[in-house]
Structures are given as C-alpha cells and as structure tokens.
C-alpha cells in the first residue's frame, strides 16, 4: 500500500504541504500561525530522496512557489512541479484554517489521486500536518531551518508506528525575492 503512493510518477505530490497546533488563546495561535505561513511563503527548491518503500533511494528535485491564503486566515497555496529524471508531476496543496485546526488537500484530495489534510498544527519553526487516503495515515512535517532554508518530511503510519519515507530540504530561491524587490520600487 505504501509503495503505491510514493512512486515517482505518482506519488511526489506528498511533498508540498503546511499546517497548525493552537497552544493558547485561538486569536493568538491565529497570528502566529499568520507569521508561520507569511515566512514560508516564497519560492523554493531543492533535493529529495524516498528513503522507504518500493522506491527506496529514488532522487528527485522540486520547484514550489508558496502564498498565504488571500482570505485573511491563516494557511497557505503551494503550487510547482518535482521531477525525477524525466517525468514531472504538478504538485499543489491548499491548507486553511478551520476553528482550531487546519484542513486541506494535495493535488485534488484523497477523492481524485491526492491526499487529504485532515488536522494540523503550527508549533514555532514547524508546521505537523495530518494526511490521509483510504487506509493511509501519516504526517508531513515542514520546519523551517532559517529564514531561507526549510525541511519537509513525510511519514505513513505502519501498524503502531510512524516510518519516514520521504525527505525534501528546499532553499528559497533569493533571486525571486531580489527581483520582486527592484519591481516592487520600479
């Protein structure tokens, strides 16, 4: 079942996501979590590898451009590509807030070939997103590592516990954030 989704032609649209966990008061979790998915907007790429799974070992890059959510809430539109040799998979993900929690989709949700969100949580540095598909279950995990350099890992619940398989370090490309800069003061 794990392999399925983690083939390189169809199973990269696992890399892309973000989410929330609200500590205290909901209006205060609201702005941080605001500031979390402002910083992580953008536009990134960088190196990604599965390390479990049928497809163990495969490499592949990914290209995604990040927004915050237009609507004022927090959360966030992901949107780019990963590739793996020559095959290129569209990647998306959209990740709202709702009440307490975050909800959303990769690609087009867990009804077409993507994955639902089904919970998260923004804790400082790290968003812990729930995925689910069928009988599916696991977590995406991005942590910023500085202003300019985030992590993202992928893991599936297998009987009690939670395996990673896959793992993406994305660079934010500063060469976009100059030239949107220079136009921006044009």
């Known amino acids: 079942m794990v392999s399925r989704f983690f083939s390189p032609k169809g199973g990269l649209f696992l890399i892309a996501g973000i989410a929330l966990v609200a500590s205290h008061s909901v209006a205060d979790a609201g702005s941080r979590d605001k500031a979390f998915f402002q910083t992580a907007s953008g536009v990134w790429s960088g190196p990604g590898e599965i390390v ?11 290209n995604l451009t990040g927004e915050p959510n237009k609507d ?32 959303g989709q990769f690609l087009d949700g867990a009804a077409g070939k993507g994955l639902d969100i089904v919970s998260g949580a923004v804790n400082g ?27 993202i890992t992928i893991s599936v619940k297998v009987e009690d516990e939670m395996v990673p398989v896959i793992g993406l370090a994305l660079k934010r490309d500063t060469d976009q954030m100059a030239v ?5 003061n044009e």
């Open 180 to 184: 949107g800069a220079i136009a921006a």
């Open 125 to 151: 540095d790290k968003i812990v997103v729930g995925i689910n598909r069928a009988k599916l279950n696991g977590a995406m995990i991005a942590r910023m590592q500085d202003d300019n350099a985030m992590n």
């Open 52 to 62: 479990a799974g049928k497809y163990k070992g495969t490499k592949f890059t990914c």
């Open 72 to 103: 004022g809430d927090a959360g966030i539109k992901l949107d780019g590509t990963c590739r793996v040799g020559v095959f290129k998979q569209p990647m998306s993900a959209v990740i709202k807030q709702a009440g307490g929690s975050y909800k």
